[in-house]
């Protein structure tokens, strides 16, 4: 196991993993929000006592938080104001938004724009289109009006062209649907076309964006077709891969040209995070993937266990740590990782779309229930 060979420690006293994490130089982040976490101060809580630094979101998260009734009040008044389902959804999750992005502001301003982070979703109906991501992203943008939302973009091959339209434009962008050290590469090659758009036309070329690598999927789709020893496996050899290639994208002389100019480099975000696998440690996408200068965003059944009972290993390597060999291992079982990372990003996709539609029809069900 990956686990066994980098070996663990447990936290002293009463420092907890989440903090340990947080000053090794990764940030957490919660995938989670509701108006109900916002009313109640929990996610104020998460950002005092957990280390939580950032925030994203999707529309599944949207659809329970609307299914639970809360938002019922705001579904009438929108309602009554004419606003379509989709219109309603926008309004009810930019209220929402603007709110945990004032909350993490303070770490926004002290990181100088580092860190402090919340994501807002432009439609997955638009994945195919280029020209209506790029409108709606930066529409989206302009009307959440905070420093520091980012809006985010599949890293599709429509997607790409989308994001360096968007970064040249000044819009932050977390580049989500990401699964391979190859997709990673190209969506930080689009985000830098971007910057260096910027750097000619002499703009700041310090827009924000993280690229979202999915992790669990790899081992939910091969839990059936690997030996016992390789499972839960494939999501940390693909994200020590994927790792191996962010720090090489760090070092290179394009990279260094832009921090020369007062560019960024987009950071790395590990999704998917929570174990899907109930052998498997809870904490397995957390421990397994701690690094520096690198985002780690989990729900918060995930947050809470790593807060409760999480180990702070050794960091990963930058040279991969063996993962070649380990991927050997998986393409003798007739693996072929980059038709499976595609597929993993066309069901994904598929996946978002399924996931829009039943919050659209929540929210319409809604309307109607409340009406």
Same mark, same amino acid.
């Given at each position: 196991?990956? /686990?066994?060979?980098?070996?663990? #420690?447990?936290?002293?006293?009463?420092? &907890?993993?989440?903090? =340990? !994490?947080?000053?090794?130089?990764?940030?957490?982040?919660?995938?989670?929000?509701?108006?109900?976490?916002?009313?109640?101060?929990?996610?104020?809580?998460?950002?005092?006592?957990?280390?939580?630094?950032?925030?994203?979101?999707?529309?599944?998260?949207? *659809?329970?938080?609307?299914?639970?009734?809360?938002?019922?009040?705001?579904?009438?008044?929108?309602?009554?104001?004419?606003?379509?389902?989709?219109?309603?959804?926008? +309004?009810?999750?930019?209220?929402?938004?603007?709110?945990?992005?004032?909350?993490?502001? @303070?770490?926004?301003?002290?990181?100088?724009?580092?860190?402090?982070?919340?994501?807002?979703?432009?439609?997955?109906?638009?994945?195919?289109?280029?020209?209506?991501?790029?409108?709606? $992203?930066?529409?989206?943008?302009?009307?959440?009006?905070?420093?520091?939302?980012?809006? &985010?973009?599949?890293? =599709?091959?429509?997607?790409?062209?989308?994001?360096?339209?968007?970064?040249?434009?000044?819009?932050?962008?977390?580049? =989500?649907?990401?699964?391979? @050290?190859?997709?990673?590469? $190209?969506?930080?090659? $689009?985000?830098?076309?971007?910057?260096?758009?910027?750097?000619?036309? /002499?703009? *700041?070329?310090?827009?924000?964006?993280?690229?979202?690598?999915?992790?669990?999927?790899?081992?939910?789709?091969?839990?059936?077709?690997?030996? +016992?020893?390789? &499972?839960? +496996?494939?999501?940390?050899?693909?994200?020590?891969?994927?790792?191996?290639?962010?720090?090489?994208?760090?070092?290179? *002389?394009?990279? /260094?040209?832009?921090?020369?100019?007062?560019?960024?480099?987009?950071?790395? !975000?590990?999704?998917? =995070?929570?174990? &899907?696998?109930?052998?498997?440690?809870?904490?397995?996408?957390?421990?397994?993937?701690?690094?520096?200068?690198?985002?780690?965003?989990?729900?918060?059944?995930?947050?809470?266990?790593?807060?409760?009972?999480?180990?702070? #290993?050794? @960091?990963?390597?930058?040279?991969?740590? #063996?993962?070649?060999?380990?991927?050997?291992?998986?393409? +003798?079982?007739?693996?072929?990782?980059? $038709?499976?990372?595609?597929?993993?990003?066309?069901? #994904? %996709?598929?996946?978002?779309?399924?996931?829009?539609?039943?919050?659209?029809?929540?929210?319409? %069900?809604?309307?109607?229930?409340?009406?």
């Amino acid at each position: 196991m990956w /686990q066994a060979r980098r070996g663990c #420690g447990r936290q002293g006293g009463d420092v &907890k993993a989440t903090q =340990t !994490l947080h000053e090794h130089g990764q940030s957490l982040w919660l995938d989670n929000i509701t108006r109900g976490m916002l009313d109640s101060g929990k996610i104020q809580h998460y950002i005092d006592k957990y280390s939580v630094t950032g925030l994203t979101s999707n529309p599944s998260i949207f *659809d329970k938080a609307i299914e639970s009734g809360y938002y019922d009040d705001a579904i009438r008044q929108g309602s009554r104001a004419g606003l379509s389902s989709e219109e309603l959804f926008y +309004e009810l999750a930019i209220e929402d938004l603007r709110r945990a992005a004032d909350e993490f502001l @303070p770490v926004h301003e002290r990181t100088d724009g580092v860190d402090g982070w919340v994501s807002l979703e432009v439609s997955p109906l638009l994945a195919s289109d280029t020209a209506g991501t790029i409108e709606a $992203a930066k529409t989206l943008h302009a009307r959440a009006a905070r420093p520091n939302l980012l809006i &985010k973009i599949p890293g =599709t091959a429509e997607g790409l062209p989308a994001i360096t339209e968007c970064v040249a434009s000044g819009v932050p962008v977390n580049v =989500t649907l990401l699964f391979s @050290p190859e997709q990673y590469e $190209a969506a930080a090659d $689009a985000y830098l076309a971007g910057v260096e758009r910027r750097m000619e036309r /002499q703009l *700041d070329p310090a827009v924000g964006s993280v690229a979202s690598v999915f992790m669990s999927r790899w081992d939910v789709e091969v839990a059936t077709r690997v030996p +016992e020893e390789l &499972k839960d +496996e494939l999501g940390l050899a693909v994200g020590l891969a994927t790792y191996r290639s962010y720090r090489q994208l760090m070092d290179s *002389d394009r990279v /260094q040209r832009v921090q020369n100019s007062g560019g960024r480099i987009q950071r790395l !975000l590990w999704a998917s =995070t929570r174990t &899907k696998d109930p052998a498997a440690s809870d904490t397995l996408y957390v421990y397994g993937l701690a690094a520096p200068f690198t985002i780690n965003t989990m729900p918060d059944v995930t947050l809470e266990a790593f807060y409760d009972h999480g180990e702070m #290993g050794a @960091p990963m390597p930058a040279d991969g740590d #063996g993962c070649d060999a380990m991927l050997a291992r998986f393409r +003798e079982t007739g693996l072929d990782e980059g $038709a499976l990372a595609a597929k993993l990003q066309s069901d #994904g %996709a598929k996946t978002f779309v399924a996931a829009w539609n039943d919050l659209v029809e929540r929210i319409s %069900a809604q309307r109607a229930a409340v009406a």
